[in-house]
């Protein structure tokens, strides 16, 4: 049984004071492909009613969308609740492992207890999760650029294979006066001018 001024404070708040059970930071910033932490904590009036945890996820058209417990199993590994945390701390905490810049959004933290029989949620303010792409990828997506200069590395590598191959085939074989005359022509590639052109 509840205390009387338990009691007295749910049924006389409004309800918007249903945020006070339930505390979340407002912002995390995080790289892709690394790990953070959404925190969230709740009261301890709250644990002792056997709580249930859900984190749900806006949607950009609307609505939202339930993010843990994962109803998709390649997602399971990558969402996790310290549950040990959660039954003794008050600690709710998200952990989003091997992030990707679609994870940004607004995430909420909500508490269920049941109470007279009924589920009541609680809900915190939401946390936004700001994902950005790290130096590496900004240099690969920057562009047409970056890819030129890939193509360039793997021709220029081809190239100085075959020219490998053909010199080592004459050297096995000999050379015919013909082959003596010939010369194959230098190859070089100097990247840093070819970069100075852009």
């Known amino acids: 049984m509840l205390p009387p001024l338990i009691v007295f404070l749910m049924v006389h708040l409004p309800a918007g004071a249903a945020h006070t ?7 995390v910033f995080a790289v892709r492909r690394s790990s953070t932490k959404l925190n969230c ?22 609505g939202e969308v339930q993010v843990y417990p994962s ?5 399971q ?7 040990a945390f959660f039954q003794s701390r008050q600690d709710a905490g998200l952990i989003l492992e091997d992030l990707r810049v ?21 809900r915190g303010r939401g946390t936004r999760l700001i994902v950005t ?6 240099l690969i997506a920057c562009c047409p650029l970056g ?22 085939l004459g050297t096995q074989r000999g050379r015919s006066s013909q082959e ?5 022509p230098n190859i070089y590639f100097d990247f840093m001018d070819i970069l100075s052109a852009f």
Request: with cysteine.
């Open 41 to 62: 904590t709740f009261t301890k009036t709250l644990q002792q009613l056997k709580p249930s945890l859900t984190w749900m996820k806006e949607q950009q058209r609307g």
């Open 147 to 168: 890819v030129l200069i890939a193509a360039l590395l793997v021709l220029h590598f081809m190239i100085y294979q075959q020219y490998l191959q053909y010199r080592n």
């Open 77 to 83: 590994a990558r969402v996790q609740v310290d549950a």
């Open 21 to 27: 059970e339930v505390w979340q930071h407002p912002e």
């Open 133 to 138: 792409a790290t130096e590496y990828d900004s």
């Open 71 to 75: 109803e998709l199993p390649l997602e």
């Open 102 to 122: 679609g994870d940004s959004g607004v995430y909420h933290c909500c508490i269920t207890v049941l109470q007279d029989g009924e589920e009541t949620q609680y």
């Open 180 to 184: 003596k005359r010939m010369r194959l």
